[in-house]
T-cell receptor, first 112, second 111 residues
Framework: SQTIHQWPATLVQPVGSPLSLECTVE??????LYWYRQAAGRGLQLLFY??????ISSEVPQNLSASRPQDRQFILSSKKLLLSDSGFYLC???????????FGPGTRLTVT | QKEVEQNSGPLSVPEGAIASLNCTYS??????FFWYRQYSGKSPELIMS????GDKEDGRFTAQLNKASQYVSLLIRDSQPSDSATYLC???????????FGKGNQVVVIP
């Protein structure tokens, strides 16, 4: 069965510090991968998606970037965090069935 | 116009009653529709998918789709306290399996 992992589960970072969040998927190959952010009291915002290794599409211009160095690994990064980057970061994948996305456990980021 | 709208405020229902949630979408080309349940502090969990007009039942959940009216709904029968959560409506947009999500409706089931 397929499993998606995200770490860390929680993170507190000062403004201006770098960020690296990792997502890995097990039990599937060549999944589409997604990064979302859910800010307090707001909906899910799609940040990036990837259809394959090295292929990244950005939905929202901001100080975040994403990379996909391996088929089942998706990384979200920032060189300098802003207060507005605080939120719940979710990784998701789609497999065989089109459009059905499954979410990882998420990383709760607080920028202080 | 937002891609996916869920306009109802928090919904309080007594235990055993039916909870009804509604969602409208803007893209007439959308073909895939989903409901996710999100408990407080947790990630969204896919509970229903529907692709054709009409009703689809899964246990106590029924999803209803009307493409002509661009409307999808979720019914929760015999509501239980464990159903207390935020329910997110999601609709496919564009290509590459992209989904647009509504802001969600909070459901509170009162014992």
């Amino acid at each position: 069965s397929q499993t998606i992992h995200q770490w860390p589960a929680t993170l507190v970072q000062p403004v201006g510090s770098p960020l690296s969040l990792e997502c890995t998927v097990e039990g599937t190959s060549n999944p589409n991968l997604y990064w979302y952010r859910q800010a307090a009291g707001r909906g899910l915002q799609l940040l990036f998606y990837s259809v394959g290794i090295g292929q990244i599409s950005s939905e929202v211009p901001q100080n975040l970037s994403a990379s996909r160095p391996q088929d089942r690994q998706f990384i979200l990064s920032s060189k300098k965090l802003l207060l507005s980057d605080s939120g719940f970061y979710l990784c998701a994948w789609t497999g065989v069935l089109p459009y059905e996305q499954y979410f990882g456990p998420g990383t709760r980021l607080t920028v202080t | 116009q937002k891609e996916v709208e869920q306009n109802s405020g928090p919904l309080s229902v007594p235990e055993g009653a039916i909870a009804s949630l509604n969602c409208t979408y803007s893209d007439r080309g959308s073909q895939s529709f989903f409901w996710y349940r999100q408990y407080s502090g947790k990630s969204p969990e896919l509970i229903m998918s529907i692709y054709s007009n009409g009703d689809k039942e899964d246990g106590r959940f029924t999803a209803q789709l009307n493409k002509a009216s661009q409307y999808v709904s979720l019914l929760i029968r015999d509501s239980q306290p464990s159903d207390s959560a935020t329910y997110l409506c999601a609709v496919n947009i564009g290509g590459n399996n992209r989904l647009a999500f509504g802001k969600g409706n909070q459901v509170v089931v009162i014992p």
